[in-house]
């Protein structure tokens, strides 16, 4: 079987934070991929500008470089679960994979998630271990836990044979040797065992054409690119080809503009063949999975899996009082229009129409997925309003089922007690704990997704922040017929229409956390603290201080008002009740009832409780 040796495709997975997309950057160039004008901004591969603040992977990305004759085709991986769908595909892609492994905190749930769909396509894995520059790092006992993990995830004897580079990725330094004193200013050793280790493709390229796309982008001249793998013969600019569409049809169109990766470019080419990873435009319908064939040869390739949804909300045009203050785009055409053409790029989201014009129910795979979702839309301008998450129910053989997450959660010792007895009142089920020396703890557990719903603000604090909790979806299991999770404290809600004033917040801090500053705009009906108690209050912290012409010495000292809390977004979600929306603008966020004057507010809540007596 002749194979292209001028080819390597090779993914990088790594638990987030592990250096996964600092390696690239050094790889890109120490190849000399990049010219020597361009400046390599920290992290390249992170384009997007919240990928960047969080320093999270959230769309797969590809990139290739030239080392001693040899195209190496990399492809920088999400490492976080609610991402998944990404993973999955692109490991259709490849013939091995790069794991990424921090010297210091050894294997990490995610690590596990990833690489676990590597072993499960038999890819050749190389395992790089990041970070040996650490004064923590443990390589020895980090590649023993690799190997633990190889064998626990079903690795087949080649598999478990896997070849083992250090480096420190942020210093450019690389060696074979686990000893960080032979690190040597060099990515070669790496280069070197992708070229040794990772089997060439296949060339096939005199075979009829099979070309399948794992993954999607948009640009607004020339529409959908779908980016894939040419996995049987050839494919040239100006073909004409038939697509082999999901639902069993058969589109015809003609091949009018096709793209190769190099460095951080796109750069335009007029034919590829088996082996190469390329995107290819010119089909408007064109949908991840589905394969280009020549159109005397229909024979599709397996459709791609792709995850499932596991958790929705409600986006709705924003109605407060206040909407249309600060953003661009505030109607629901532009909100609809918006959620449509992420459809374009995202395939693991789903946008569904409600009864009414103004509201949507989208579906993700997780609370980060749909956050930054909305907070993409809110720095482009957008207004709108979200509920609070909710976890997708389906049936499976039958049985009403919910999604379970496996959560790993690394501790000090001493915070252990309490982060066992939290998931416990959350309906989490203790799968195992593990010592893992200086006083920490690993707890593993099977916990139904809406128990983590919000529960991360309260793991924080409740660890002082030492803590590290990972989450992947694990499995469907029967519906738990209880209330779980969700805020256990009550709200502060506003009664008045008007500023903020030191003197309103006065009077009522000692009744729970204030979220608003002095001089903030607020309307009746917006969530303005958090009660310390399990009832909603109804505040007025617009008062002002009544004039009078009566002056004493120790009456006028300064008055001093706690800190106000902020919360972000991700905060913002989790703290959502039931009954309540959450406000987002290009500035500003906010928390409010979905009915904001009171007494309707009381109204309705009779109301719904009758309602509930009366199905008992």
Not at 14 to 29: I, M, P, Q, R, S
Not at 286 to 297: A, Q, S, W, Y
Not at 356 to 368: F, H, K, Q, Y
């Amino acid at each position: 079987m002749k194979k292209r040796e001028d080819i390597r495709n090779v993914a990088i997975i790594a638990h987030v934070d592990h250096g996964k997309t600092t390696l690239v950057n050094e790889l890109l160039k120490q190849s000399h991929s990049v010219s020597d004008r361009t400046e390599l901004q920290d992290r390249a591969m992170d384009s997007n500008a919240i990928e960047r603040e969080r320093g999270i992977t959230i769309l797969a990305k590809n990139t290739a470089v030239d080392f001693q004759g040899t195209r190496i085709n990399i492809l920088d991986t999400p490492g976080h679960a609610d991402f998944g769908g990404e993973v999955e595909r692109i490991m259709k892609m490849v013939d091995g994979v790069l794991l990424v492994v921090d010297a210091q905190e050894g294997t990490m749930p995610q690590t596990r998630f990833v690489l676990k769909k590597a072993l499960d396509q038999h890819l050749v894995p190389i395992v790089v271990v990041n970070k040996i520059d650490k004064p923590a790092a443990r390589p020895v006992e980090v590649i023993d836990e690799v190997l633990d993990l190889f064998i626990e995830l079903g690795a087949d004897e080649d598999q478990l044979e896997f070849p083992v580079v250090f480096c420190s990725a942020i210093n450019g330094t690389s060696s074979r040797s686990d000893d960080p004193a032979e690190q040597e200013k060099t990515m070669d050793p790496i280069f070197e065992t992708i070229k040794e280790h990772i089997p060439a493709p296949e060339d096939n390229s005199d075979q009829p054409l099979q070309f399948q796309v794992a993954l999607l982008d948009y640009n607004d001249y020339v529409g959908r690119i779908g980016i894939g793998r040419v996995f049987r013969g050839k494919i040239k600019v100006g073909d004409a080809v038939a697509l082999m569409k999901l639902d069993g049809s058969v589109k015809h169109f003609r091949v009018t503009k096709l793209f190769g990766f190099f460095g951080l470019q796109r750069e335009e080419i007029q034919e590829a063949k088996a082996g190469d990873l390329i995107a290819v435009s010119g089909m408007e319908d064109i949908f991840v999975g589905e394969t280009v064939v020549p159109e005397d040869n229909l024979d599709a390739l397996p459709v791609l899996h792709i995850d499932e949804p596991t958790l929705q909300m409600t986006f709705l045009t924003n109605n407060s009082p206040f909407a249309g203050r600060e953003g661009k785009f505030v109607t629901s055409r532009k909100i609809e229009e918006r959620l449509m053409r992420e459809l374009h790029t995202d395939v693991s989201l789903r946008v569904e129409p409600t009864d009414s014009p103004d509201a949507w129910i989208v579906s993700g795979r997780g609370e980060l997925h749909l956050s930054i979702l909305i907070e993409t839309m809110r720095r482009e301008g957008f207004e709108l309003q979200v509920s609070r998450p909710k976890v997708i129910q389906k049936r499976v053989d039958g049985v009403l089922c919910e999604p379970f997450e496996r959560v790993q959660i690394d501790t000090p010792q001493e915070y252990a007690g309490s982060v066992i007895e939290s998931l416990g009142r959350r309906r989490g089920e203790m799968q195992d704990m593990i010592h893992t020396g200086n006083d920490q703890v690993r707890l593993i557990f099977l916990v139904p997704a809406r128990g983590l719903i919000g529960y991360s603000t309260e793991f924080l604090s409740m660890t002082s922040g030492y803590g590290i909790m990972n989450h992947t979806f694990d499995q469907y299991l029967p519906v738990i017929e209880e209330q779980i999770g969700g805020r256990r404290n009550g709200a502060l809600v506003a009664t008045e229409t008007g500023k903020a004033t030191t003197y309103g917040i006065m009077g009522v801090e000692d009744r729970g956390t204030i979220f608003i500053e002095p001089g903030t705009a607020i309307y009746e009906g917006q969530v303005v603290g958090e009660n310390s108690r399990d009832n909603d209050i109804a505040v007025n912290i617009t008062r002002a201080k009544q004039m009078t012409n009566v002056r004493s010495a120790t009456k006028d000292q300064t008055a001093v008002i706690k800190t106000p809390r902020k919360l972000s977004l991700e905060e913002s979600l989790e703290f959502l009740g039931e009954d309540e929306y959450c406000e987002v603008t290009p500035e500003t966020i906010r928390l409010r009832k979905q009915i904001l004057n009171k007494g309707e507010r009381e109204k309705a809540a009779k109301r719904l409780k009758k309602a509930k007596e009366a199905a008992k």
